[in-house]
């Protein structure tokens, strides 16, 4: 059973920034596209940036230029560098995997096959 764990999470000042890694077991890493979400109060889960195993990446437009995404197989390590936080980053951030078989696509839906269980990022004005 694959496994995903986040972590980074921390409390920023708005334009600040902050890494979040998301680190695997249990599966074939390669095969894999690995997606960040992020989940605030109130609100539902929103696709923000994804790589695939090929290293394309997509970004959704509130952090796309803010945000970078990057993965180390060797390490089963995704990473997402996020710049010039704003106050409405703050949420609790999850990262997840989706079988592609090595594809070159990524997606921001939230259809996984696993998630972690998130890191909160807070970010004051």
């Known amino acids: 059973e694959g496994q995903l764990v986040e972590s980074g999470g921390a409390s920023v000042q708005a334009g600040g920034s902050l890494t979040l890694a998301c680190v695997a077991s249990g599966l074939t890493f390669d095969h894999y596209a690995i997606g960040w979400f992020r989940q605030a109060p109130g609100k539902e889960r929103e696709g923000i940036a994804c790589?695939?195993?090929?290293?394309?990446?997509e970004f959704s437009t509130p952090v796309k230029d803010r945000f970078t995404i990057s993965r180390d197989n060797a390490k089963m390590t995704v990473f997402l560098q996020m710049n010039n936080l704003k106050p409405e980053d703050a949420a609790t951030y999850f990262c997840?995997?989706?079988?592609?078989?090595?594809?070159?696509?990524?997606?921001?839906?939230?259809?996984?096959?696993?998630w972690g269980k998130g890191t909160l990022v807070t970010v004051s004005s």
């Open positions: 997840g995997a989706v079988w592609t078989f090595g594809a070159s696509w990524c997606t921001l839906r939230k259809e996984m096959d696993f």
């Open positions: 790589i695939s195993s090929s290293l394309a990446t």
